[in-house]
């Protein structure tokens, strides 16, 4: 009934002058209907619920508008236009590159990101320094993407080229066909090949293909401008106030610090020293309510799983407790590996528990990361540096640069207590991140995985 109605709506648009504008569709019916892809760039839904870059933002966009946000998802990028053009959604919000061949068909709004438009290779199979050497080798893309309409640009100039389009798979799939050699090349994002590396470490960029691609929310052409213009009004703002920069650290912080040599042992060693270790990290979860992944995640960040690994300061264990951690823990032994194990999920929930109620997920486990790390009083100071600096101590990447000026004496000499090495609770958190991502991607079709529904005023519609 619901795309009949749209169905309806978009021809009385077509044919009569005085119909209700898209917006004021949008308000009347209480919905603003919106299509994505699942994507660790756009929409996914993670062990909180919906989640994801696009997902955040267009979530923000309907409590302005205050109308229920209903999320549709398709299987490709391919699939998006279809269901602008028959009304069925209202807008798009895909990671959509702003291409020609879209333009036709689509009105873009205010590009709130770039990315960069990488040719992607495997280390070892020889790198291209041009596209003629590429030429011969085999190319696969999404079909009906951006990526697709570069290659077809570059075969005017490059007529020999040659590449295949796939309608069945998401540019990772095709990631993981080079990582494995099954394929010479595809084309990637930068933000889709920063997060796929930390999985497939062997995985390069051959060659830049465009720089700082416009990404913008897409709008069916003809369906008049006040809905694009309040979303571009809603991302202005959103940019001004540092919500883009919040969401962009949200889901991209992380990645930014890749170590290759280090995400090749912990692949390694998730196989080889994990298994010993797991069952009491689960456990451990269980009995806390955190996620085991995260307890495992801490203490590879710790120790790399070494049960007898001791530190020049003397901390000590796989958890690397503290002495004075140890006594408010009541342990007699660190270097047991289940009581460290169990001491340091208890410590790390102690320190979730005093962060602010003010503090939403994930900044609140971002925050009890570094408490972990430097101590719960330093993170009390590092949000008094936001506030006096009329930042939101409620966030992350807020707290994320105070805590590096807590080496500064103009800066600690002020708060109460004192002297921090401050960047250190920061690249410990980077850290943890992408070890905490690696394990969930790892552990990801695992039979006891449990897939959280929805909650609140967010719908899901079938296609």
């Not at 019916?29 to 696009?54: I, K, M, Q």
């Not at 010479?184 to 796929?196: M, P």
């Not at 707290?399 to 920061?426: D, H, N, Q, T």
Request: net charge negative.
């Amino acid at each position: 009934m619901r795309l009949l109605f749209y169905t309806l709506m978009a021809v009385l648009v077509g044919t009569c002058s005085s119909a209700p504008s898209l917006l004021d569709q949008v308000v009347e019916v209480g919905e603003l209907r919106v299509v994505t892809r699942h994507s660790p760039t756009t929409y996914f839904v993670g062990p909180d619920g919906p989640a994801g870059p696009e997902f955040d933002l267009v979530r923000g966009f309907a409590e302005q508008l205050g109308v229920t946000l209903v999320i549709s998802t398709v299987d490709n990028v391919s699939e998006i236009l279809p269901q602008l053009i028959s009304g069925e959604s209202h807008m798009a919000a895909a990671g959509l590159s702003i291409t020609e061949s879209r333009r036709e068909y689509l009105s873009f709004g205010h590009p709130y990101d770039t990315v960069d438009m990488h040719l992607i290779y495997k280390v070892g199979t020889g790198k291209p320094r041009s596209i003629e050497e590429a030429i011969g080798r085999s190319i696969e893309v999404v079909a009906g993407s951006s990526h697709s309409d570069m290659l077809a640009s570059l075969s005017q100039v490059y007529p020999k080229l040659e590449w295949s389009v796939n309608a069945d798979v998401e540019v990772a799939d095709l990631m993981e066909k080079v990582a494995h050699g099954e394929l010479d090349f595809t084309v990637a994002d930068s933000t889709e090949f920063n997060i796929q590396r930390h999985f497939y470490p062997d995985l390069r960029v051959a060659l830049d293909l465009e720089i700082a691609d416009p990404i913008a929310w897409a709008f069916r052409k003809g369906d008049g401008d006040r809905l694009l213009a309040q979303a571009d009004d809603y991302l202005i703002t959103a940019e001004r106030s540092g919500l883009l920069a919040q969401v962009r650290d949200r889901y991209y912080g992380h990645t930014k610090k890749f170590d290759y040599v280090g995400t090749r042992a912990f692949i390694r060693h998730f196989d080889s020293r994990l298994p010993r270790y797991r069952p009491w990290f689960e456990e451990a979860g269980d009995l806390n309510g955190v996620d085991w992944r995260l307890l495992a995640a801490i203490g590879y960040q710790e120790s790399h799983w070494r049960s007898h690994a001791v530190s020049p300061t003397g901390v000590r264990g796989i958890m690397m407790l503290t002495e004075a951690t140890a006594d408010y823990l009541d342990i007699d032994d660190r270097m047991d590996p289940e009581t460290s194990i169990f001491g340091g999920a208890r410590f790390y929930a102690r320190q979730t528990e005093r962060i602010a109620d003010s503090v939403e997920e994930p900044d609140r486990t971002w925050m009890a990361l570094a408490a972990y790390n430097v101590g719960f009083n330093h993170i009390k100071d590092a949000r008094q540096i936001v506030e006096w600096e009329g930042g939101d101590p409620d966030t992350w990447i807020d707290i994320s640069k105070a805590l590096p000026l807590l080496a500064k004496r103009e800066w600690y000499s002020r708060v109460k207590y004192g002297y921090a090495r401050g960047w250190e609770p920061v690249l410990y958190v980077n850290n943890i991140r992408s070890y905490y991502n690696i394990l969930r991607w790892i552990t990801a079709s695992e039979p006891h995985e449990e897939t959280v529904e929805p909650e609140g005023s967010i719908e899901m519609a079938s296609n």
